[in-house]
């Protein structure tokens, strides 16, 4: 046993019954996704470092302590993506989207890599999903991106949600901002944590997003951002809202949350779960009005969002517990060697027919085959032995309630409609 190899710490294998959970979930966001208008984009798993360096924030904890990055042969750093607006910016500049429509509406689901302390919740492999919604500067855009994050997880059947509101501004009131958070944070400054005396230089605003007990009683009585804000960025803030508002849809604004990652403007926002604990965020997400741009494109106005579907499945857990389904229609049951022929015979038809077909390829006795049949949750029983070859019929067993009648083999997918 000590020589088995197991999986990298922070990874997990997801099962057949986990995998059911899965899908079902991904069925549901392309279902609520499509019913919005959007539409799938896949970008490659690793991209060059730089542009992570570039749009993230070389100060954020992704890009200084988070990322794996190697160099490749012709001596390129490249770095497994450990989030996916920069990939979709750089796939949506590389081809011209904004050229296609002046409005793009992409989504995407995919693994993502980041070199974390793993616990609940937060793996070194992990799965986001996500959209990005590129053109429109408007508040509707953002009342569309959060009803949409919103309308998802209340029709997966979660309750327990809390969405938080805030505008970061435009960066010209950011700036204005930063210096009045430093010069209030200045007198603190032996009392912060070594990871916020550095952000205090490189970027205070992020202290606002801290854990430590002792720092979040400071920053309670610092400055507000939205005190700081433009006219214009302040009607753009109280349009958002009043969407909301007008869409029924329940949030509370929060000065502090400003979003881990430093292409944010105006608009951020998260959704979390009580029924989460620590690790409480489904969701988060906000405007990015300059990424573009900083990524060589042409100026463009964006916003998305990117949801934990590790996160949202331990929601759903502990709200609703999961209820395993089976789509096996039919399990064959093969009483004899001479019926095998049949049977893969028959199976092949059914499967034509759009069929799930489960067929017995162990030689096992009866009793073991109809445990298997049971245990696999098929909805029929196919019994196959010699005088069923002999009259070209087969006996279908309804597994739930226990009946059972032969059937002619030529009239089995006329019985089954």
């Known amino acids: 046993m000590s020589n088995i190899i197991r999986s990298i710490k922070g990874t997990h294998d997801i099962l057949p019954e986990d995998s059911k959970k899965w899908q079902q979930l991904e069925s549901t966001i392309r279902k609520i996704t499509h019913q919005f208008g959007y539409e799938e984009i896949r970008t490659p798993i690793f991209e060059k470092t730089g542009l992570f360096s570039r749009s993230v924030g070389e100060d954020t904890d992704i890009v200084s302590k988070e990322m794996y990055s190697w160099e490749d042969r012709d001596n390129t750093s490249l770095t497994l993506r450990p989030e996916l607006t920069a990939p979709v910016v750089r796939s949506f500049i590389q081809h011209n989207l904004g050229g296609l429509s002046p409005l793009q509406r992409l989504f995407y689901i995919g693994p993502l890599f980041r070199r974390e302390r793993p616990q609940k919740g937060r793996q070194r492999q992990f799965h986001q999903y996500g959209i990005e919604a590129f053109g429109s500067p408007h508040p509707e855009q953002d009342a569309e991106v959060i009803s949409l994050a919103y309308s998802l997880l209340t029709q997966l059947g979660l309750t327990n949600l809390n969405l938080k509101l805030n505008s970061i501004g435009s960066p010209e009131c950011r700036a204005q901002y930063r210096n009045a958070l430093q010069d209030y944070l200045r007198p603190f400054l032996n009392e912060l944590s070594e990871t916020s005396q550095k952000r205090f230089e ?216």
């Open 202 to 417: 490189n970027n205070p605003l992020r202290i606002l997003d801290t854990k430590v007990p002792h720092e979040i009683d400071i920053i309670k009585n610092a400055p507000n951002i939205t005190d700081f804000l433009t006219h214009e960025d302040q009607a753009h803030f109280n349009s958002v809202q009043s969407f909301l508002n007008q869409l029924n849809i329940p949030f509370t604004c929060d000065p502090t949350m400003v979003r881990g990652l430093d292409y944010y403007t105006r608009t951020t926002f998260e959704i979390t779960s009580s029924a989460l604990g620590a690790q409480d965020a489904l969701l988060g997400g906000g405007r990015y009005d300059k990424l573009v741009e900083t990524l060589g494109g042409k100026a463009t106005p964006a916003i998305g969002f990117a949801a934990g579907m590790e996160r949202i499945l331990l929601a759903l857990e502990a709200e609703t517990p999961f209820e395993s389904y089976d789509s096996t229609d039919i399990y064959m049951v093969c009483l004899d060697e001479s019926v095998l022929s049949v049977s893969i015979d028959l199976a092949n038809q059914l499967r034509q027919a759009g069929k799930s077909v489960k067929m017995e390829t162990l030689r096992r006795s009866m009793k073991a085959q109809m445990r298997e049949a049971n245990r696999s949750g098929a909805t029929y029983a196919f019994i196959l032995g010699e005088n069923e070859i002999q009259n070209k019929t087969v006996v279908i067993k309804k597994l739930k309630e226990g009946n059972q009648e032969t059937v002619l083999q030529t009239e089995i997918l006329e019985k089954l409609k």
